[in-house]
Structure formats: C-alpha cells, structure tokens
C-alpha cells in the first residue's frame, strides 16, 4: 500500500489496542519528534534504500501460482530462506518484540515493522510474483489521462501501483499525492469510517495465535493471493490493458480494498495486543 493505507490500518489497530498494548508500545515507540502510529507504519517503506535486504519482506512470490487461472501459497518453500519474505519477516519480528531481552532499538524497529508488513500482507498483489506483484504489467490507463499530455495511459503506471494508491485515493476522494498531514487527516478519516462499519456490522476473522508459527499469517496470505485470482486479474491481463481501470474495474474493486485495509487493522491489533499479553511492560 502506499503511506495512506498504511496510516489507516495503523490509525484503525490503535482503536483496538488494549491498555496493556496501549502502554507496550506507547513506551517502544516514544519519540520527542511528534511521530505517531500511523508514522511508525510507514516507516519501513523509508528505510528500504538504506536498509536493501529489507525490501523482500514486504511480499512473497508463490512459485507455483499462476494467476487468474491457479492461485497457491505453500509454506515454507514459497520464501527464499535466505532473503526472506514477508511470513518470515512477521514471524521473525514476533520474536524480537515478543523477547524482552533485545535492546529497546530492535524491539521498536520489530513494531515499526510489524505496523507496515500486517497491511502489506493484506494487499493482493504483495502475495503474487506474477509479473512482479504486477509492476510489470503496464501501461495502465487511469482517469483517462490523455498520452500526450504525460498522462498515465501512455506513461509508466503500473498495476502495483494501481492497488497500492490510485484505487486507495479515489475511494476516499483523495489527489494521486498528497503531503503528511493531509495524509493523516485522510487516514484517520477513513479508519474511523471502517471502525464505525466494523461496530455496525461486519466481524472479521481474528487471529492471535503468535505461539503457531506461521499459521495464522499463512492464512492471511492465502487469502489476499486468492484475491489475486478473484478479483486483481480476474477480466484477465488482456483486458486490463485496453481498459480504462478508473471506471467499471475500479467499481468492481473498491471493495475489495476497502476490506482489506479494514482487516489488516482489526488483525494488526489482535496480533499486537497477544504479544502485550505474553511481553508485558517492564515497569
Ligand atoms: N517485488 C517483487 N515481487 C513483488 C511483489 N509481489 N510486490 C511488491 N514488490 C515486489
Ligand atoms: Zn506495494
Ligand atoms: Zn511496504
């Protein structure tokens, strides 16, 4: 996602923490500089320059799905044991907040990290390699944005990023780019619209099992790579190329983000709120 999904799964976990959560990571992510939640998950996608062996723990590649027609992950042989992936990286950040015996530093940087991969993870395209997450499947026509004028249809768009902030902001009626704070204000916005549907009506699938490896994150997987097949590719790559994505593509799909950013919240926090349970504040 881009940084106004990721403020909003952050802003929609915080709704849910428990005071013991609440106080964990209130002391792991304090900070004299104003930085809140939704900041903490972004943070991963600013470090990736920096920090390059980092950049394979946002997504998985499954070898053997093949989108629309095949959609797979198996486990563990879908992430490179040496790079990693975005399942291991959640596991393996689990531990490092879940041990109170790491340092303060690492035990942040594991829950800036977990912030951001929950929300990845529920984005469709970070669990397929086809085409590179779709980053290879381009050019994408977008809000009819003439060729001539450098607009998308004739530039580099991609699908990636059609799913990561184009379908995001026209859902909420937002600019393609905004700046910080009119990003916050937007993400808050739009957690508070999912929390209110959430205490109307929908109740999403909880899984908090962070003693069971990768169970519950294989899960969450293998439901956003289903989407894959469902929804992101289901018109076909043919089609997608020689449509317009901002009209009947992005009416059939909306919901589908919408849904997904309202998951990764709700199951953000439940995960978070069993590692406060079990690595309670020091005090
Ligand atoms: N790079 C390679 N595969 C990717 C994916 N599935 N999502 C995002 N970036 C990627
Ligand atoms: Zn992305
Ligand atoms: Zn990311």
Redesign the pocket.
């Known amino acids: 996602w881009g940084d106004v999904g990721h403020r909003t799964v952050g802003y929609l976990a915080a709704k849910y923490l428990s005071p013991g959560a609440i106080e964990l990571y209130g002391s792991l992510l304090a900070n004299d500089q104003g930085f809140d939640i939704s900041d903490a998950a972004t943070w991963a996608d600013t470090i990736k320059q920096k920090m390059p062996w980092s ?2 723990y ?4 499954p070898v053997f799905d093949d989108p629309p027609n095949n959609c797979n992950v198996t486990w563990p042989s879908d992430c490179p044991e040496k790079k990693g992936c975005v399942v291991s990286a959640i596991v393996n950040y689990t531990s490092i907040v879940l041990d109170r015996s790491s340092s303060h530093i690492d035990r942040k940087n594991a829950t800036m990290f977990l912030l951001h991969l929950i929300g990845d993870l529920h ?1 469709p ?6 085409k ?4 290879d499947v381009e050019p994408i026509c977008w809000n009819h944005e003439p060729p001539e004028t450098g607009g998308s249809c004739g530039g580099r768009l991609n699908l ?1 990023s059609v799913w990561d902030t184009r379908i995001p902001h026209k859902l909420r009626g937002l600019p393609t780019s905004l700046d910080n704070p009119a990003e916050k204000v937007a993400a808050a916005t739009w957690a508070e619209d999912l929390f209110a549907r959430q205490q109307r009506t929908t109740a999403i699938s909880e899984c908090d099992r962070i003693d069971a490896g990768a169970e519950c994150i294989l899960g969450w997987a293998r439901e956003s790579n289903a989407l894959v097949c469902d929804a992101v590719l289901a018109r076909g790559e043919d089609w997608i190329l020689s449509n317009d994505l901002s009209d009947e593509y992005f009416e059939e799909n909306k919901h589908v983000v919408d849904d997904q950013i309202g998951k990764a919240g709700v199951r953000l926090a439940a995960w978070l709120n069993a590692i406060a349970v079990v690595a309670p504040p020091d005090d």
């Open positions: 950049s394979p946002h997504y998985i590649n984005q395209l970070h669990v397929t390699g086809y590179t997450g779709g980053n990636h």
